[in-house]
């Protein structure tokens, strides 16, 4: 585990690196709150992007009540996928750089405690650690307006899967990762093309809308994954478990002594 832990040490600080040596300050575009389906529906401004954080929510209850994992980190997974459905709601009833940051904020807890999973880390000290280095990415945004560090810590999770799998010990199934690494592609490509998207569906549905179910169904294959390795840590646990002979009463273990001692010894029969 050490070695995956530096494996994923060294993505970040790589990744961090090459985006401030090879891409220019990235400043909030105020045109990003100008989303394609600005439809009000039931009363709802901005209505599909709105309800579309759904997903979210329903993702993160269910995980907090179901997940076998029961640690700090997982449960702060959970509910951070939870506040992420609430705090995008927020931000979609009136979208500003003001309502932005509830949005973003929930989501840098989300990403830091699933990079912890992935390199299987359950101490609390490091969740604190990885969650104030993603509030961090928002104060810089807000003070620098450079969105480079907050877009490295989005991705970090989806790039430290990506080598630290082959440092890995097999446990547990690796699919789901796969599959939250293809909807974390397909969400930023979807929330890329918004309007060209809600062009194709005739105006029936936006890219943006998309991508909030499709990074809800990643977040869903996130569950999967964790319950699939838990199975594994129990199903290891009690292969490693000595194999003991079951308890013998000790009426049946004498009545078994005797007639040993009887077959043995023919001679100590007798008949009557």
């Known amino acids: 585990m050490r070695r995956v832990t530096l494996a994923a040490a060294a993505v ?3 990744a961090l690196l090459l985006a401030f040596l090879f891409v220019p300050g990235t400043p909030q575009d105020p045109r990003y709150h100008d989303f394609a389906d600005q439809r009000t529906m039931l009363g709802i401004p ?3 992007n709105v309800l579309s954080n759904i997903g979210f929510v329903i993702v993160g209850v269910f995980g907090l009540l179901t997940v076998r994992r029961r640690d700090a980190i997982t449960l702060t997974f959970f509910a951070g996928m939870l506040a992420t459905g609430i705090g995008s709601s927020i931000y979609h009833l009136n979208p500003s750089d003001a309502t ?6 929930p989501m840098t807890i989300a990403f830091a405690s699933f990079f912890l999973l992935l390199l299987d880390v359950r101490s609390t000290r490091a969740l604190l650690l990885m969650c104030a280095l993603g509030i ?5 945004w807000l003070t620098l307006n450079d969105l480079r560090p907050y877009a490295v810590f989005q991705a970090l999770p989806i790039l430290a899967f990506l080598v630290t799998r082959f440092f890995r010990d097999g446990r547990g199934a690796e699919w789901p990762l796969w599959f939250v690494t293809a909807g974390y592609v397909a969400a930023k490509l979807c929330e890329t093309w918004d309007r060209p998207i809600y062009a194709a569906f005739d105006g029936i549905v936006s890219g943006h809308t998309l991508k ?7 977040t869903f294959a996130v569950w999967m994954w964790i319950q699939d390795d838990a199975e594994g840590r129990i199903g290891g646990d009690a292969k490693a478990l000595p194999h003991t002979q079951p308890a ?4 049946d273990e004498a009545r078994t002594i005797a007639v040993a001692d009887a077959i043995s010894s023919p001679e ?3 008949t009557t």
């Not at 932005?100 to 904020?105: A, E």
């Not at 961090?136 to 810089?140: D, P, Q």
């Not at 013998?248 to 009426?251: L, N, R, T, W």
């Open 12 to 14: 970040g600080v790589t």
């Open 46 to 48: 901005n209505a599909l």
């Open 100 to 105: 932005l940051v509830v949005d973003r904020l």
């Open 136 to 140: 961090g990415t928002i104060v810089l």
């Open 212 to 218: 909030h179910l499709v990074a809800a169904l990643a």
């Open 248 to 251: 013998v009463p000790a009426q």
């Open 268 to 270: 100590r029969l007798t």
